[in-house]
């Protein structure tokens, strides 16, 4: 069983495609006996996937900063809700609890958690794996800004290839779950 930590829009966005791959991913979090961490909201993207995580049986840990509990509406029907004072000890406590993160699609929130995260990870400070969902194609313009990143000799190619992408939820998860190689 593993921990698996996503971030995601706290708005629901203009794609209905958005809101159905949150409801997937925690259809199948859920059914792989996997448990959610997530920002503890009950608006957007958030909302939709901490609920279809807990409709199918699942365990979903939110973790929101008292100043948010009101702004992105707590979600007090988790199996934990962990109160915390600031957006650090948000990202901190979300990681701890982690096995693995993905970003589905987002705002500035989601992004600014997604790279910190792989900073982190770059930087040895912890070796989860970590990926993107790409629902509709929302992160090609990312990914290939940051493929021009690396033929910018700004960044390697091995770290550039630690952010997994797919575009369906268990294959995703298949990827980021599966034995690290060891040659
Ligand atoms: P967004 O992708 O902008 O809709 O935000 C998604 C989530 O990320 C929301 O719960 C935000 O409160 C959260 N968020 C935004 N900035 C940060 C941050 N610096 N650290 C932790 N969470 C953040």
């Not at 996997?34 to 995580?53: E, F, I, K």
């Not at 948010?68 to 004072?85: C, G, K, P």
């Not at 958690?113 to 900073?119: G, P």
Request: proline content about 3%; some cysteine.
């Amino acid at each position: 069983m593993s921990c698996i930590c996503v971030y995601l829009g706290a708005r629901e966005g203009h794609d209905a495609r958005f809101r159905e791959a949150a409801v997937t991913l925690g259809r199948c979090i859920a059914e792989r006996g996997d448990t959610l961490v997530y920002g503890g909201a009950q608006v957007g993207l958030m909302g939709a996937l901490a609920d279809a995580t807990l409709a199918a049986g699942g365990q979903v840990i939110g973790v929101i900063p008292h100043h948010l509990v009101d702004r992105e509406l707590a979600h007090e029907s988790l199996t934990r809700l962990i109160r915390v004072d600031d957006m650090h000890e948000r990202k901190a406590t979300m990681a701890e609890h982690a096995d693995a993160f993905i970003a589905l699609p987002g705002g500035i929130g989601t992004l600014e958690e997604l790279f910190e995260t792989w900073t982190w990870q770059y930087l040895g400070l912890h070796d989860k794996p970590l990926g993107v969902l790409d629902v509709g194609g929302f992160y090609q313009p990312l990914l290939r800004f940051l493929d021009s990143t690396v033929e910018a000799g700004l960044l390697d190619a091995s770290t550039r290839g630690q952010l997994v992408a797919a575009a369906e939820p268990n294959v995703l998860l298949d990827r980021l779950m599966a034995p690290a190689d060891t040659d």
